[in-house]
């Protein structure tokens, strides 16, 4: 699931602000309605609209990054499987 980005927690939390019913937010930012009362619900405990924090190490690689690694791995495998047939031959 995707996250949403600060600069449109800002603007959601700003049509609020601006007198908009929930519904009317969630229509014109095209995010579901749950989405929107719970980042006012969050914003009136914690004060904030940050996300919280979260349990667990954090990432030290990006998804990309991730995909290249093992992409890397593949590639390298299948050569050195190659490079091992043709030597049994």
Known sequence: MQRLS?????RAL??????LPISEVSLRMS????TIFRLRQRLHET???SDRP???RP???TQRQDRNLIR??????SFSFIASDKRKK
């Open 14 to 19: 700003g049509l609020l602000q601006a007198g």
């Open 54 to 56: 979260r349990s667990g």
């Open 72 to 77: 890397n791995h593949v590639i390298s495998f």
């Open 6 to 10: 600060e600069v449109d927690r800002h």
């Open 59 to 61: 990432r030290c690689t």
């Open 31 to 34: 995010i579901n309605r749950t």
């Open 47 to 49: 004060d904030t609209a």
